[in-house]
């Protein structure tokens, strides 16, 4: 009787091979390229700490670990659960050079996914990506892109724009996350008019146990956008946080697109969300004190390795008639403007009175939706203009 068609595989898969062998990636790299429509990799030939684990998936982002056990045996072993406190999800496939039962019944109770024996053939690496796949059907689909508003200082209006900035973008029918990461002044609950009896400390608390049914009772669906809010209360543990990688890691394989509304960019919480984040949303007004902010917080991001091709600068609340040109703002920063948009206070109120997006015939709202254009790729034409402006340079630099 004849056998139904194993399905193609499908997606975009991006492995880290963890060995110290370097035959065996020659061996599986041209395997693996054959059989996957989208596939890259990087080489590691040494067993990584824990730290240097996480900077790979900070900037390699892989979704496949291919890890070779093999002779200091434990040594190989022992980092199947480092790798999966790093990231609980992250498929294992553990390589061994010989068939040994019981070295693979004890590398997949450490938590590995399935397991490739030498010599290999195309059947068995085909066979066990089949495999994977069925059981992390998320993590090989195209991640999701993930935009960071962040405030220069308080007071912006970052969150305004972070939450019409997400349902501007619902227009693209897409799935998406709107998550308040501000564990001190979250204000999207308040925003948007809705209460939770959970927040993003309690993705954090499960993150080992995450799935789709969980994460469902954890967010609070809004008009077709998913919100995942912070705490209403001081908890504890809020000022320990260090790292958010467990919800973005999550959400940027779950939804299309993230929108995280950050509480600001100084210390390891908030900086872990602009490294992970794809483009960053650096949130200002045209007033004096908020464009020194910016100056500090560009020296901060450049301090600790942000690079500046993801930033992308708004002024808010922008009025010719008050605070300072465009052309100033521009030249005294030495950063282009991304995206201006206007004062528009009553529409604003209104919004906030009702808990509902602004609408998109305000200025505001009209505004919002040429900013969502723009990050999707639209053409806006930017203009800059030199200016001569010495005095108010050198003001800037007297207050740097």
């Known amino acids: 009787m004849p056998q139904p068609d194993t399905p193609k595989l499908s997606g975009a898969w991006k492995a880290l091979f963890i060995c110290p062998n370097p035959k065996i990636v020659r061996e599986l790299a041209p395997l693996l390229s054959k059989l996957l429509p989208t596939f890259s990799g990087h ?24 890890l070779e056990v093999s002779e200091p045996i434990e040594k190989g072993i022992s980092l199947i659960p480092e790798l999966l406190r790093t ?17 693979v019944l004890r590398c997949l109770r450490q938590g590995a996914s399935d397991f ?17 796949a069925r059981q992390n059907p998320s993590r090989l689909k195209s991640p999701g892109r993930v935009y960071c508003v962040v405030p ?84 504890e543990g809020m000022s320990d946080l260090k790292d958010a990688r467990s919800i973005i890691d999550y ?28 483009e960053i949303l650096l949130v200002t007004t045209n007033e004096l004190t908020s464009l020194q902010s910016v100056q500090r917080v560009l020296g901060y991001l450049d301090a600790n390795n942000i690079p500046r091709y993801k930033l992308r600068l708004i002024v808010n609340r922008y009025d010719r008639h008050t605070g300072l040109s465009k052309d100033v703002i521009g030249t005294a920063l030495h950063t282009e403007i991304f995206h201006i948009l206007p ?33 999707g790729g639209g053409s806006e034409a930017h203009n800059k203009k030199n200016s001569s402006l010495s005095g108010l340079l050198s003001l800037f630099s007297r207050t740097s």
């Not at 490739?116 to 994977?132: D, N, R």
Request: proline residues 4%; negative net charge.
């Open 152 to 235: 220069a200082k308080g007071g912006c209006g970052a969150s305004t724009i972070a939450s019409n900035l997400a349902y501007q973008m619902k227009r693209s029918e897409k799935r998406i996350l709107l998550a308040d990461l501000d564990p001190l002044a979250g204000t999207l609950s308040f925003l948007l008019k809705i209460k939770s009896s959970y927040s993003f400390m309690d993705v954090l608390a499960r993150a080992q146990d995450i799935d789709g049914d969980l994460w469902k009772t954890l967010i609070t669906s809004r008009q077709g956008v998913d919100v995942l809010l912070s705490p209403e209360v001081m908890t």
């Open 343 to 375: 004062a528009d206070y009553d529409a604003i109120q209104k919004s906030l009175m009702e808990g509902k997006p602004l609408a998109p015939n305000t200025s505001f709202g009209k505004s919002m939706i040429a900013l969502v254009d723009r990050l």
């Open 116 to 132: 490739l024996i030498q010599p290999f053939t195309s059947e068995q690496v085909e066979a066990t990506l089949h495999k994977v």
């Open 87 to 103: 990231d609980a999800k992250l498929p294992i496939i553990v390589v061994l050079s010989n068939n040994d039962p019981e070295l």
């Open 251 to 278: 959400a940027r394989h779950t939804y299309d697109l993230v929108v995280l509304d950050s509480g600001g960019v100084y210390g390891d919480w908030n900086l872990s969300q602009l490294q992970l984040a794809d």
């Open 43 to 66: 080489d590691l030939n040494v067993y990584p700490t824990r730290h240097q684990f996480a900077d790979l998936l900070a900037s390699e982002a892989p979704n496949l670990c291919l």
